[in-house]
């Protein structure tokens, strides 16, 4: 029962990746090889490799993590806000000080991870990208040996689905059904990358990852039939 749960105890998430090279002959001759290997089911012969290479950072081993938002509930008697933060920069530094907040303040049996389609890109593509950059993974992360309602992350997808696991709702889709104001801004997922390495402007893919983020509190809330977050209660820290 999501209700149940104390909001001050979930760290909502979204993170934007881009592929780790700008371009598919930035790679060496190997990794180009293993990238053909890697995505021939998915390209068919509609794509070669290089026309594809922009797609690279959906996957862990051949993109990057460039943006780690955050939200946190603070709720005191009948005040309420949201505060929302992001990491950003180096990917090493990046992973590090999401790592850091984790472990110093969401580390305890109560305390949840919540994003949309978290339990299948977010939270993996973090625990592998640490592992590539020979970090510890923090405990709320590392999902090895631990039973199915062992672990201490929702997603809002998979709330939505109801057990219908061949069904796929974006966030955009959802926020629209539900009356949550859209957390889209001027650009789309598809277009990080050449935000990231044409434009050069990180500022904007922060925008657009904290409006994601609180867009899935904003879906959590709906869920539990709660009232959405005014912009008056959301801090950007």
Not at 14 to 31: C, K, Q, R, Y
Not at 170 to 177: C, E, F, G, M, Y
Not at 186 to 214: N, P, W
Request: proline letters at 4%.
């Amino acid at each position: 029962m999501i209700e149940k749960i104390n909001l001050n105890n979930i760290l909502f998430l979204d993170i934007e990746t881009v592929p780790e090279e700008e371009n598919f002959n930035s790679l060496d001759a190997e990794m180009q090889t293993l990238w053909d290997l890697k995505t021939q089911y998915q390209r068919k012969d509609e794509f070669s490799p290089e026309e594809f290479y922009e797609r690279a950072g959906i996957w862990a081993e051949f993109g990057k993590i460039i943006c780690i938002s955050v939200g946190f509930f603070t709720i005191k008697g009948d005040i309420r806000n949201f505060r929302v933060t992001s990491f950003f920069g180096d990917e090493k530094k990046i992973l590090k000080d999401f790592s850091n907040l984790v472990n110093n303040h969401f580390n305890q049996p109560q305390h949840l991870m919540c994003g949309h389609n978290s339990k299948e890109f977010d939270i993996p593509f973090i625990a592998r990208r640490m592992i590539i950059n020979q970090m510890a993974i923090p405990d709320k992360l590392n999902l090895f040996g631990k039973k199915p309602w062992e672990v201490p992350h929702l997603d809002t997808l998979e709330l939505w689905k109801f057990g219908d696991y061949k069904h796929f709702t974006s966030l955009k889709l959802l926020t629209k059904i539900l009356g949550v104001p859209s957390p889209k801004g001027d650009i789309d997922g598809s277009q990080v990358a050449h935000v990231y390495y044409v434009e050069k402007d990180i500022d904007r893919i922060i925008t657009y990852c904290e409006k994601d983020t609180i867009a899935v509190a904003q879906v959590f809330l709906r869920l539990r039939r709660e009232d959405l977050l005014i912009d008056e209660e959301i801090i950007h820290v």
